[in-house]
């Protein structure tokens, strides 16, 4: 089954323009499947970078006393 989503997040990767990469990652930023093409930022796919977007996704839900459920990150360079 990771094998087919790999394969399907590739076939997406390629087919939308400008996109360079795709992680899906737990709540701890450590990557569970990524795909990246060589465009890719090699920051915005570590760990460290993953696990802060992550806690200030966290930390911007408390506010509104919900949680985030899905969140999408865009670098530039």
Request: proline share 5%; aromatic share 4%; net charge positive.
């Amino acid at each position: 089954m990771a094998e087919e989503l790999h394969k399907y997040l590739r076939r997406l990767l390629n087919k939308v323009s400008g996109l360079h990469a795709i992680v899906i990652a737990d709540r701890d930023g450590v990557p569970v499947i990524k795909v990246a093409t060589d465009h890719a930022p090699d920051l915005a796919l570590r760990p460290g970078f993953l696990a802060t977007f992550g806690m200030a996704t966290d930390q911007g839900s408390c506010p509104v006393q919900q949680t985030s459920t899905r969140s999408e990150c865009h670098c530039r360079q």
